[in-house]
């Protein structure tokens, strides 16, 4: 259950954020961080729980409009779990006192069965009125969504004006107050009736249902169609006014690029207006953030036409991220035991033989390329490479934990139509990781893992996650013993660090049980990065093993671990969370000096060149008129602007601006410099 509060606080504040707050915080690990403050994202801030993904489940297959049993892929979609909350605030550090509290409810699909059959309903009245509308259009399957609901059709393409007619006729038909009716019918009738109305799709789910009888739901006595329900009683149950229809899509049938592009209509449901409201305000706010527009306006990464798609080109801003994220990472590392590595981007194809991704991965891997009459591959993985790395000499038990770590880049072949941003891209850096070790060290190396974790998601802001850790399969390999001592060891690991955790029953990987968490950005929305798994299956592949104390072979256990997942992917959950608002010690441009006129530009060298050499990243900007320079340096989202005009020359100081605080004054240079560098160094705004 999530809880909209309204703060009140200073009347004199000029900016605005936002909060999501869980009516029950304890059910997320709330990470306390070891400095005074972390930077929180500017203007606008959420905090809630949300999803990034609506993924595919046994439950929504089996409700599926149309197919009660057919698959559907991943779609991303805005979480709604929670509602945006306004406040005005003056500093990142202001408390909560006097704050005057609106609760407004925001139900899931989970957590509200009437919500479910609202929108589940919504899809049905939603495919009617197409075809009362467009004749020729034939429905396939619409099931409801994490904010709603879609359904697919084939027919021509349509516009945003198609939608406004399909939505006025949904409203008729929620107005006529037409009940739903479900019917039992035998597999040879409902072939009839599909076939009576011509409709080639139904007939290809219809073989795809195993289980008799077929149920069928009508609306009123003029539609029906395939579904396994639940539905509200009739249409006049659904608020028309909290219903909206949001775009259009193609999408192959069954996911399938091979067959028939279908016209995909997404619609949004909710029990009242102001859920409804509540949601597009959250909604624009997801747009304002969306990494894609704003690595273009930040200039911080690009992908371009010419190279293919889903490569990333880093711009120098976005480059100087990627640096500070990679420093920050290998230091962590280092001091957490950690030997660095650096492996080749290609390897034989035997390799990828002998690792299974011949055999499991191969639709995610480019060709091969042939080098003197040998096939070569890219790696669309790290972990073998640093399993020959382990193997290049004997190892003996007292040489364990033997903890190896890369910045590996790796290359997965994706559809052009399934590339996003940087968040789904054909290169990307992983942030991969490997400890071999003894079955009775599982349990500390799992927590050591954990402990890495937090530092460094701590680092970037994240303070809020989900962990889900997941068991055995029903296929699997490896014995029974050493899967019930790994996965007592990852759960005694989360227990032993105080974190709750849901289990997932049977989620786990085929080669051993896994730990996952989800890191909640400032939107409430939960992004998959940090991931722990062991593994039974690639030390007995590749026959990785080690000397006992009585000088026998025996065979290590493998734990792989990512913390970020990749640097592209979370370089874009990044900007999102701080809608490119970044810290001070994060941001690419710490301060920029800004000349009243250019008679101050000699004096603005000097004190740039102080900057730079103190750590500081800093330039000058100069050519307009100074309210235009203050206004281009706010939607740059420089932290900090010094105003250097004749006075400032004069007495060797600057005037500070802070994006963050308003005005700071007229200081020194020294004085501006150790302030910098103290707030760097807490990681806190100036």
Same mark, same amino acid.
């Given at each position: 259950m999530f809880v909209l509060h309204k703060m009140a606080t200073s009347p004199s504040s000029s900016l605005c954020s936002f909060s999501l707050f869980l009516s029950k915080p304890s059910s997320l690990p709330l990470l306390k961080p070891p400095l005074l403050s972390l930077h929180s994202p500017p203007l606008k801030r959420f905090i809630s729980t949300a999803s990034e993904l609506q993924h595919d489940t046994p439950a929504r297959r089996r409700t599926l409009l149309g197919s009660p049993y057919t698959k559907t892929s991943p779609l991303l979609s805005l979480s709604t779990a929670a509602i945006a909350t306004e406040s005005a605030t003056v500093s990142r550090d202001d408390t909560a006192e006097n704050e005057e509290t609106e609760k407004l409810v925001l139900p899931t699909n989970d957590s509200s069965e009437k919500l479910l059959r609202i929108r589940?309903?919504? *899809?049905h009245v939603m495919a009617m009125a197409v075809q009362k509308l467009y004749p020729e259009a034939k429905v396939t399957i619409g099931p409801w969504i994490e904010n709603g609901f879609y359904y697919d059709f084939d027919m021509d393409p349509l516009t945003d004006k198609d939608l406004k007619r399909i939505k006025k006729e949904m409203d008729r038909i929620i107005g006529r107050n037409l009940p739903l009716a479900r019917e039992d019918v035998s597999r040879d009738e409902a072939q009839r009736r599909i076939m009576a109305v011509n409709e080639p799709y139904k007939m290809e789910i219809l073989e795809s249902i195993k289980e008799d009888p077929i149920t069928i739901y009508h609306i009123g006595d003029e539609w029906w169609d395939l579904c396994a329900g639940p539905h509200v009683e009739s249409t006049g149950n659904i608020n028309r006014k909290a219903v909206e229809l949001e775009s259009v899509a193609g999408a192959y049938w069954r996911g399938d690029e091979k067959k028939p592009m279908l016209q995909r209509i997404y619609g949004t449901a909710w029990e009242n207006e102001d859920q409804l409201k509540a949601y597009l305000h959250f909604k624009e706010e997801a747009k304002r953030r969306d990494h894609r527009r704003l690595g273009q306006d930040l200039d911080l990464f690009s992908i371009q036409d010419e190279a293919g798609g889903g490569l990333v080109f880093w711009h120098p801003k976005g480059a100087v991220i990627r640096h500070i994220i990679e420093d920050s990472w290998k230091k962590t590392h280092i001091e957490h035991g950690y030997? =660095? =590595?650096?492996?080749p981007h290609v390897a034989k194809a035997d390799l990828w033989k002998i690792s299974g991704h011949l055999d499991f991965y191969r639709e995610n891997m480019f060709d091969q390329?042939? #080098?003197?009459d040998e096939q070569y591959q890219l790696r669309p993985m790290n972990c073998p490479y640093h399993i020959l790395v382990y193997k290049r000499k004997l190892n003996s038990y007292r040489d364990f934990p033997i903890r190896v770590a890369e910045l590996g880049t790796v290359y997965r072949y994706e559809l052009s139509g399934s590339l996003h941003g940087l968040f789904r891209v054909r290169g990307f850096t992983q942030d991969d990781a490997h400890i071999f070790c003894l079955?009775?060290? #599982?349990?500390?190396? #799992?927590?050591?893992v954990l402990d890495l974790t937090e530092e460094i998601l701590l680092q970037f802001g994240f303070r809020r996650y989900e962990v889900n850790l997941s068991t055995r399969p029903e296929k699997s390999v490896g014995h029974d013993d050493i899967w019930e001592k790994a996965t007592s060891a =990852?759960? %005694? *690991?989360? %227990? %032993?660090?105080g974190w709750s955790f849901q289990i997932d029953e049977g989620g786990g990987a085929f080669y051993g049980p896994k730990i996952d968490l989800k890191i909640e950005d400032a939107l409430g929305r939960k992004w998959q990065c940090s991931t722990i798994q062991v593994d039974f299956n690639l030390p007995q592949r590749f026959d990785v093993t080690y000397v006992d104390s009585n000088t026998e072979k025996k065979r290590p256990i493998m734990i792989h671990r990512a913390v970020l997942?990749? =640097?592209e992917r979370f370089f874009g959950v990044l900007i999102e969370h701080y809608a490119g608002d970044f810290p001070l010690w994060l941001s690419p441009v710490q301060v920029r000096i800004l000349p009243v006129t250019d008679t101050q530009l000699e004096y603005c060298k000097e004190v740039i060149n102080k900057l730079k050499g103190n750590g500081i990243r800093a330039e000058v900007c100069q050519g307009e008129r100074l309210p235009k320079l203050i206004r281009n340096a706010e939607k740059q989202k420089i932290p900090l602007m010094a105003v250097v005009g004749p006075k400032e020359a004069e007495t060797q100081t600057v005037t500070i601006r802070s994006r963050f605080s308003g005005e700071v004054g007229t200081i020194e240079i020294d004085d501006f410099i150790s302030r910098i560098k103290s707030a760097i160094e807490r990681r806190t705004s100036l």
């Open positions: 589940h309903t919504c *899809a030997d =660095l =590595l650096y492996t390329m042939k #080098i003197e079955e009775d060290q #599982i349990k500390d190396e #799992i927590r050591g =990852l759960r %005694d *690991a989360l %227990d %032993d660090k997942g990749s =640097l």
